[in-house]
């Protein structure tokens, strides 16, 4: 169960005489952080500040501190997101769920949900995804685990690059309905400007880090992009959490009007 109150609730509350201005006062400024001992500050009004969930990133975190970050953040809000979760720390952080708590693990995209029943609220908005190849796929899936839980239905088309031309036209074909795109690419990193010259809606390019050689690991893909002679959005190397969350945001803008 979600314990803790939104400014929403909390000025209803107000509104309908349940609870007097000066103790919503001292609610709304415990609002700003949840400590947790001495290692967080858990923002637990970013959802409803930004449209966007905090989403703890577990890489580079010690096992106690990530367990005790996800254990409080599922109690106090009903979901939890953890990104870049290697497979030992999803074992730690689902030996000993709260009780009500229930994991969803999504290896190929390293993404650990908690969960008490609590749901994402729908935006109304679609996120078509397309990768270059199967090797980009960890990074799409990183990016599909974001916007959904930003309220976008996700739809894909995978293993669709430059090297096979012929398999994009049929790919964007599924992706017809989509109202922005996430295109993560490695190597050259040609694709999405070859979908923006394609589709009338947003492009977002991913350059994922793979590619050897000169320019290997994504730079030589990164570069690519920032010259496109299409119009694009470029993210980091890697980057599927920015590109999903920016691709929900535009998103929900458009679903909100249809």
């Given amino acids: 169960m979600n314990e803790h109150p939104h400014v929403s609730d909390i000025l209803n509350q107000v509104r309908d005489g349940k609870l007097?201005?000066?103790?919503?006062?001292?609610?709304?400024?415990?609002?700003?952080?949840?400590?947790?001992?001495?290692?967080?500050?858990?923002?637990?009004?970013?959802t409803s500040r930004c449209g966007m969930p905090e989403v703890v990133l577990a890489e580079g975190k010690d096992m106690e501190s990530l367990v005790q970050i996800m254990h409080s953040y599922v109690q106090a809000c009903g979901r939890c997101v953890a990104s870049r979760i290697s497979p030992a720390q999803v074992k730690a952080v689902c030996e000993s769920l709260p009780a009500g708590v229930y994991p969803e693990y999504r290896e190929i995209g390293s993404i650990l949900i908690l969960s008490d029943g609590t749901v994402p609220t729908s935006s109304g908005g679609t996120v078509g995804i397309v990768t270059a190849g199967t090797s980009d796929i960890r990074v799409a899936e990183e990016a599909r685990a974001i916007a959904e839980e930003m309220g976008a239905v996700v739809i894909t088309s995978f293993d669709v690059g430059v090297a096979g031309i012929h398999r994009l036209i049929p790919a964007l074909e599924k992706l017809r309905g989509a109202d922005v795109y996430v295109v993560c690419a490695g190597r050259e990193g040609t694709l999405p400007s070859v979908v923006a010259g394609l589709v009338d809606k947003p492009v977002i390019g991913v350059p994922v880090s793979t590619g050897y050689g000169y320019m290997g690991k994504g730079e030589a893909a990164l570069a690519s992009m920032l010259q496109s002679c299409a119009v694009i959005t470029v993210v980091n190397i890697d980057a599927g959490f920015s590109a999903g969350a920016f691709a929900a945001r535009i998103a929900a803008l458009i679903g909100g009007r249809k």
């Fill in 20 to 46: 007097d201005p000066a103790t919503a006062e001292k609610l709304l400024s415990s609002l700003a952080v949840t400590r947790v001992g001495d290692v967080a500050n858990l923002d637990m009004e970013r």
